[in-house]
């Protein structure tokens, strides 16, 4: 039975191969039914309309309205627009609290990827470590963190850390210490309500990035006399880099863009604006005051950065000799 | 691994994970207690951790609110719109930049990953005046379309590594058995990368669901056709929070998306090794 399976096989092989394909260089037998090279494009469409219509259009737009004098008088046709040049750049660059917010947002940034990547990291670790029992309890605690909702984290955050009603300034004995008063209180406040849903995203990653790695290599390692730390140094650490490369970066540019978190627990950016950051100000800019061609010019300022970042993760692929 | 574990110090780490994940649920479990608790009881300066008389006060408070179950309906609307369009439409193009070679690719690519990039909170500007001119401000769609737009490039670069996984033989062994290629898209490939569409799903529901900043800034008059977050900030006003609305209005929202979580959790976990093989 099984060689006359196989050999029908065969021959639909060879009936396969006997058949001529017009044009193709390529080594499978694909069908062409649209013709070659269409249809990769006919599979990109949907993805392209709506990219180019909602993502690069806007972009676009955004560059566009960083070059105007654009503000509510604008918006409502009362006044024309008027071309700005750099005009807009120069304003924001000569303010001194764009500077202020730029270096808050990079520090404030850092500190939320640095603190993530090592919590997410070291409870990865910890989880290949415990048997099923406790490692589902820590498991099924980071996703229910992670799925919780910006909005309704930063809210129950500012419950817990309330000067009046929240239980931690109890059991810490702070009295009505009231956190979001002091600029760095306030930032190290969000930190932790950041660093809480977004380090499962790291330590889940990571984590089955650890369980992909085969047990006979460890194993292997371990029989050739590699102590923990070598068996983590030389052979874990070099297969888990593409996914540590990946949740750096990925940590890296949702960290930067943080604005509900910001928006919500500092009420919008802070006493006097003190925990501003990039997101917020340009929003602040744009809808609270109106002043849309500034909002974008802050906006353009984020996309270069981000894509600076962009410039040093292809990098980073590259010298990995991972083919695009 | 574990066998190389000693005794007392798997104890140890065993003891470690349980108090950080009690540690991590708190927050979770505060919201949910002061959900329940009656109002003069959450507004107590010597805060207890349980509470003897529960009351659904809060939530009596919070659905009675006008229009919430509608903004529940919305948003879970918009978010399941994102995740089916999104899922789709990345599963084709990441198809179409693992199986084919042609010119361009590597550019869309590259394309991809810096779409990633791009802040969407500053696009609120244009995307607003866009929204405006298409006549979509107040509509459903004005939070749809942006999110799928968002979503994508994400999940097209995530979905790549499991498209890529699936071998070569396999697409040449269908075609040769007389499989099309749609038949061979739909009825193979898809259900093998399903894990991954799966991972990626996590990913567009939660942004989706998480957003307020769209829903507060194109559904401006027409506030039935608005989403949670917003129905959550009416229960918060930083100088005098009702914390018991603002607790039952963050649980009811959170709900969903843990149910999602706990139904998704299996194939997420393999989902993303699955990445990892890459």
Redesign the interface.
Known sequence: MSSGAASRRRLRVVRGRSRPRGGSRRSNTAPRPFGGWITPWLYLAPALVVLGGLLAYPVYQLGLISLFHFTQAQVSGGEPTTFKGFGNYAELFADDQFWQVLLATLLFAAACVVSTLAVGCALAVLLTRVRAVPRLALMLAGLGAWATPAVTGSTVWLFLFDADFGPVNRVLGLGDHAWTYGRYSAFFLVLLEVVWCSFPFVMVTVYAGIRAVPAEVLEAAALDGASQWRIWRSVLAPMLRPILVVVTIQSVIWDFKIFTQIYVMTGGGGIAGQNLVLNVYAYQKAFASSQYSLGAAIGVVMLLILLSVTLVYLRLLRRQGEEL | ??R??RRP??LA??A???L???V?????Y??VL?AFKPAGE??????R?WTLTPTLDSFRRVFGQQEFGRYFVNSVVVAVAVVIASA???F??A???T????RM??T???MF???????????????F??MRDLGQLNTLWSLI??H???S??FA?WMLRGFVKAVP?AL??AA???GA??ARFLWQILFPLVLPGLVATSVFSF?ST??D??FAK?FIISDISQST??MA??VF?K?DE?D?GG??A??TV??IP??V???LV?RR???????????
């Open positions: 691994m574990r190389f574990v110090w798997r780490a065993e470690t994970a349980l950080v994940a009690v991590v649920a708190f927050p979770l505060w919201m002061g959450i507004e107590s300066d010597r805060p951790p789709l439409i990345a084709l193009a198809t179409a930049v199986r084919f070679r042609f690719r590597t869309l690519l590259i990953l810096v779409a990633q990039m791009v802040p969407v909170e500053a696009l609120t500007i244009p995307l005046f866009l379309l942006p799928i737009a968002f994508l490039p097209i070569e697409e040449e075609y040769i058995d099309s290629r939660i669901w998480n307020f900043l800034s949670l977050p959550l900030l918060y930083p929070p914390w603002v607790m209005a963050s929202m959170t998306v843990l999602f979580f706990v959790q997420l976990v393999s989902g993303l090794g699955g990445a990892v093989k890459d």
